[in-house]
């Protein structure tokens, strides 16, 4: 009876061993470290954009030839001219040498006829020429080129010519002429008074009086 019991006890051990949990090999658990991934940031577009300039260019400024209306001639400066004759072509050279008035144009005119009379808000204005006659072959070789105060027209700074009146200048601008000659003589006109005036010879040369 004592081997059956001893038997079973042994038994019992043996089961209860066997029922025993068999500790388990535990695998650490390893976390991966997190990534945070930042929010994707999309840069502003920079579009370019083309301008087209365009450039204007002012056209070069030209100036007229000194002696034209535009450009009159100034006190001194010479101008030649070849111009046609009835009876033949000529060429003459022009200068502006002297412009004198107001009160001095006065005295002098005064001085040369008493009778000389300014109009009411005139002056007088004399302007001193002189004329050389470069190139003259008329049919006629006694004939020579008359030139006179008449070929002279005065006008004021909107081109609109001055009338003119009798006035009665020293050394007049007139007589004959002959190639190779020179003539110089005055030239008046009344004007108003302080009036920038420009004087026209033959309608080919410009001179600016002031």
């Known amino acids: 009876m004592k081997k059956v ?7 019992t051990l043996v089961l209860s061993g066997c029922s025993a949990a068999t500790p388990t090999a535990t695998t650490p658990t390893t976390t991966a470290p997190t990534t945070t991934i930042a929010p994707t940031t ?12 365009t450039r204007v260019t002012s056209p070069p400024t030209t100036t007229a030839q000194p002696g034209t209306r535009t450009n009159p001639a100034p006190l ?3 101008r030649t001219v070849t111009a046609d ?7 003459y050279t022009i200068t502006l040498l002297e412009v004198i ?11 040369e006829n008493q009778f000389n009379k300014i109009p009411d808000g005139k002056e007088a204005i004399l302007a ?23 070929s002279f027209d005065f006008f004021n ?3 609109t010519k001055l009338v003119k009146e009798s006035i009665m200048a020293p050394n007049e601008f007139s007589g004959e002429i002959f190639e190779g000659g020179t003539l110089t003589g005055y030239v008046g006109i009344f004007a108003p ?7 026209r010879y033959e309608d080919f040369v410009w001179f600016n009086i002031g």
Do not use: Q
């Open 128 to 150: 001193k020429f002189k004329f050389d006659l470069n190139k003259y072959d008329p049919t006629n070789e006694n004939e020579g080129l008359s030139v006179s105060d008449y």
């Open 76 to 78: 001194g400066m010479a």
């Open 193 to 199: 008074i302080g009036e920038k005036v420009i004087v």
């Open 101 to 111: 008035r107001g009160a001095p144009a006065k005295a002098i005119i005064m001085k």
């Open 42 to 53: 999309t840069a502003p577009t920079t579009t370019a954009t083309t301008v087209e300039t």
């Open 157 to 159: 700074k909107t081109y």
């Open 85 to 91: 004759a009835y009876n033949a072509k000529y060429e």
């Open 5 to 11: 019991i001893i038997l079973l006890l042994a038994l």
